[in-house]
């Protein structure tokens, strides 16, 4: 009876167990119980094989955690069945008869043990008995020691199970969320103008339907703001598409600094931008579009300097005129009013 050879696809297999180490249980401190009784003996471990040492899963009569293979009994005497090993006065034996577990404490004298074994054959650990004193285990013990062998490796192979089966749930989980995440992404990427990071177009005429659905409900107001930038096309085409883009980022970052939490601010297309604000008064309204104004206007822009025409409209839930598609067009007409009125100011529908 040679010491097994522990190699890689044992050390493997004890791995996905996922036990090595592990707290203390109940159900396999039952086993080691069960199997001094059961032999009459005082000591009995449920061990396992890790790398160069034996670890307790469990221990019943003993203190001791871990063992190197050196040093362990049984590591020497675990066949490759399931048939029990035994050793009646591990003194007379030359195998164990220098152990420290012999000469020293605990002073075993008979030993007896049964290997757990992976579903290919492996031996990843043993269930085994100890005592001071020399002793032979009868028939009937033997059978019920390896009957608990069994019981102690389907614990660890159903354990084995459960995780698995816990890291695929975990697997499942963290794919499900990653998935909403992307959902989620793509969602924003669809309402969202990649430019300026703002609402997009399809965005707009949903908040602001919504927005006017809303102040329905309410009997409330609600305005709009139309932005456009003054002689844009001159400035995209003596200083490049590049400085253009930069430009309408700045724009944003101003507008969306100026506007309410409340507020919806969207890119509607070009150099056109828009503001919804929900329950504004058209005094409101004006101080916005007057903010905005003033802030482009101060602006030290890269090339030259900038301005903005606004629009503005607001309206009572009930006006003849309160959709979305008339409050933008009121707004539309306002704008080009100030464009006519010389640029750089804000006209109220």
């Given at each position: 009876?040679?010491?097994?050879?522990?190699?890689?696809?044992?050390?493997?297999?004890?791995r996905?167990?996922?036990?090595?180490?592990?707290?203390?249980?109940?159900?396999?401190?039952?086993?080691?119980?069960?199997?001094?009784?059961?032999?009459?003996?005082?000591?009995?471990?449920?061990?396992?094989i890790?790398?160069?040492?034996?670890?307790?899963?469990?221990?019943?009569?003993?203190?001791?955690?871990?063992?190197?293979?050196?040093?362990?009994?049984?590591?020497?005497?675990?066949?490759?069945?399931?048939?029990?090993?035994?050793?009646?006065?591990?003194?007379?034996?030359?195998?164990?008869?220098?152990?420290?577990?012999?000469?020293?404490?605990?002073?075993?004298?008979?030993?007896?043990?049964?290997?757990?074994?992976?579903?290919?054959?492996?031996?990843?650990?043993?269930?085994?008995v100890?005592?001071?004193?020399?002793r032979?285990?009868?028939?009937?013990?033997?059978?019920?020691?390896?009957?608990?062998?069994?019981?102690?490796?389907?614990?660890?192979?159903?354990?084995s199970?459960?995780?698995?089966?816990?890291?695929?749930?975990?697997?499942?989980?963290?794919?499900?969320?990653?998935?909403?995440?992307?959902?989620?992404?793509?969602?924003?990427?669809?309402?969202?103008?990649?430019?300026?990071?703002?609402y997009?177009?399809?965005?707009?005429?949903?908040?602001?339907?919504?927005?006017?659905?809303?102040?329905e409900?309410?009997?409330?107001?609600?305005?709009?703001?139309?932005?456009?930038?003054?002689?844009?096309?001159?400035?995209?085409?003596?200083?490049?598409?590049?400085a253009?883009?930069?430009?309408?980022?700045?724009?944003?970052?101003?507008?969306?600094?100026?506007?309410?939490?409340?507020?919806?601010?969207?890119?509607?297309?070009?150099?056109?931008?828009?503001?919804?604000?929900?329950?504004?008064?058209?005094?409101?309204?004006?101080?916005?579009?007057?903010?905005?104004?003033?802030?482009?206007?101060?602006?030290?822009?890269?090339?030259?300097?900038?301005?903005?025409?606004?629009?503005?409209?607001?309206?009572?839930?009930?006006?003849p005129?309160?959709?979305?598609?008339?409050?933008?067009?009121?707004?539309?007409?306002?704008?080009?009013?100030?464009?006519?009125?010389?640029?750089?100011?804000?006209?109220v529908?």
């Amino acid at each position: 009876m040679s010491k097994p050879e522990h190699d890689t696809a044992t050390l493997e297999a004890l791995r996905i167990l996922g036990i090595v180490d592990s707290v203390p249980e109940q159900a396999f401190d039952d086993l080691a119980l069960i199997a001094a009784t059961v032999c009459d003996t005082s000591m009995a471990v449920v061990s396992l094989i890790s790398g160069d040492r034996h670890w307790f899963k469990s221990h019943y009569g003993m203190t001791l955690e871990q063992l190197s293979q050196d040093a362990t009994l049984c590591a020497r005497f675990s066949p490759g069945s399931e048939t029990t090993a035994e050793v009646a006065d591990a003194t007379a034996d030359g195998r164990f008869a220098h152990s420290p577990l012999v000469i020293g404490e605990p002073r075993i004298r008979f030993c007896a043990g049964v290997p757990l074994l992976t579903n290919s054959g492996r031996v990843f650990g043993t269930l085994c008995v100890f005592d001071q004193a020399s002793r032979v285990l009868s028939d009937r013990q033997r059978t019920a020691l390896e009957a608990l062998a069994r019981q102690a490796a389907a614990k660890l192979k159903l354990r084995s199970m459960h995780q698995a089966l816990q890291q695929a749930l975990e697997a499942a989980h963290n794919y499900q969320a990653e998935l909403r995440r992307l959902n989620k992404q793509l969602q924003a990427q669809a309402i969202t103008d990649p430019l300026t990071g703002l609402y997009n177009r399809l965005a707009l005429a949903q908040q602001l339907n919504q927005a006017v659905a809303q102040a329905e409900r309410a009997g409330g107001m609600l305005s709009l703001l139309l932005i456009d930038v003054d002689q844009f096309k001159s400035y995209n085409d003596t200083f490049g598409h590049l400085a253009g883009d930069e430009a309408l980022r700045r724009l944003a970052e101003i507008i969306r600094e100026a506007a309410r939490e409340a507020d919806v601010v969207a890119r509607y297309g070009g150099e056109e931008f828009v503001v919804v604000l929900p329950t504004a008064s058209v005094t409101g309204a004006l101080a916005l579009a007057e903010r905005v104004r003033g802030e482009v206007e101060k602006t030290q822009w890269s090339q030259r300097r900038l301005t903005i025409s606004v629009g503005v409209v607001t309206r009572q839930a009930g006006h003849p005129r309160f959709s979305a598609q008339q409050l933008f067009e009121d707004a539309d007409q306002a704008m080009y009013r100030a464009k006519g009125a010389g640029r750089n100011c804000v006209a109220v529908a």
